[in-house]
Nanobody
Framework: QVQLVESGGGLVQPGGSLRLSCAAS????????MSWYRQAPGKERELVAV????????DYADSVKGRFTISRDNAENTVYLQMISLKPEDTAVYYC????????WGQGTQVTVSS
């Protein structure tokens, strides 16, 4: 029923940029806040960014403030994460998440920042 499909990851050099997308289906997208999480090897999953259901407000982890921008298009049922000035420490699997009483996760997309 609920489906979240991330895309846009890949290998990028330090200082580069990527735009991740998450296509949502199976629920009323405009009623839910959405989040991006990431998980690096050997580390716990951490919250990267969150956006309200309308897109009117957002918040970010301190480590990505000023570099990452979360946005959404409710007409397209899609949430985005624009990442610039990427650093090796940004390397992780990035997951899209639907906030709510019951949490849903996508399969994730790999972002690797390396020279």
């Amino acid at each position: 029923q609920v489906q979240l499909v991330e895309s846009g990851g890949g290998l990028v050099q330090p200082g580069g940029s990527l735009r991740l997308s998450c296509a949502a289906s199976g629920f009323t997208f405009s009623l839910y806040a959405m989040s991006w999480y990431r998980q690096a090897p050997g580390k716990e999953r951490e919250l990267v960014a969150v956006i309200s259901n309308t897109g009117g407000s957002s918040d970010y982890a301190d480590s990505v403030k000023g570099r990452f921008t979360i946005s959404r298009d409710n007409a397209e049922n899609t949430v985005y994460l624009q990442m610039i000035s990427l650093k090796p420490e940004d390397t992780a699997v990035y997951y899209c998440c639907r906030n709510g009483v019951r949490t849903y996760w996508g399969q994730g997309t790999q972002v690797t920042v390396s020279s």
